[in-house]
């Protein structure tokens, strides 16, 4: 059974600091992964979807990273920003739909 | 249309009420997914529909819950006699296909009073 963890559970940094989310699976037998944000109360708004044969994925101040055959994901946010503040998802789809971890939740400090 | 639009966004019913959600996918997306995220949790899977195949009922939580998707299209969980551990929101996502990235809906948060 597909387990996903994200460390940290929780992050505070100053506004302007480079930071690193966390994200490892149990099975590598994935199709891809998808790192989600939630703002509080709303949906989730997908950030950026890294197919298994690919390593990673850019948009913007965003880079997420994908080593398959450790089972772990990367999200790299640079020169954070208080309008960050989310929590934020990974998730991976395989022979099941997609698996989520529980979060990070990130508030960057002005 | 343009995303996943789901109604109502929230509803409170009393407890033992039978209550229907209402998913609208992305036109095309053949792969339609029900979660649903209680307080301070994750995410949990429900059901999962693929086009014509028979849908992935192996989240539901109990024999309370249903869903259904007409003409391909949009997707009605039912809920039955409503349980304040029901409460929760629940969301919506459609993909083009069952291996391409989710887009979800706002959700509906339901209050079982």
């Known amino acids: 059974k597909q387990e996903v963890t994200q460390i940290p559970a929780a992050l505070s940094v100053p506004e302007g600091e480079n930071l690193v989310l966390n994200c490892s699976f149990t099975d590598s037998a994935i199709y891809n992964l998808q790192w989600f944000r939630q703002d509080p109360g709303k949906g989730l708004t997908s950030l950026l979807l890294i197919q298994s044969s690919q390593r990673e994925q850019t948009s913007g101040r965003l880079n997420a990273s994908l080593d398959k055959s450790s089972g772990r994901s990367t999200l790299y946010i640079a020169a954070s920003q208080p309008g960050d503040s989310a929590t934020y998802l990974c998730?991976?789809?395989?022979?099941?739909?997609?698996?989520f971890g529980k979060g990070t939740r990130l508030s960057v400090i002005a | 249309g343009a995303g996943v639009s789901q109604s109502p966004s929230n509803k409170v019913t009393e407890k033992g009420k039978d209550v229907e959600l209402r998913c609208d996918p992305i036109s095309g997306h053949t792969a339609l997914y029900w979660y649903r995220q209680s307080l301070g949790q994750g995410l949990e899977f429900l059901i999962y529909?693929?086009?014509?195949?028979?849908?992935?009922k192996s989240g539901l939580p109990s024999d309370r819950f249903s869903a259904e998707r007409t003409g391909g299209s949009v997707s009605t969980l039912t809920i039955q006699r409503t349980q304040q551990e029901d409460s929760a929101v629940y969301l919506c996502?459609?993909?083009?296909?069952?291996?391409?990235?989710?887009?979800f809906g706002s959700g509906t948060r339901l209050t079982v009073v």
């Open positions: 996502a459609s993909s083009p296909t069952d291996n391409e990235g989710y887009t």
């Open positions: 998730a991976v789809s395989g022979n099941t739909p997609l698996v």
């Open positions: 529909f693929q086009g014509n195949s028979a849908p992935d």
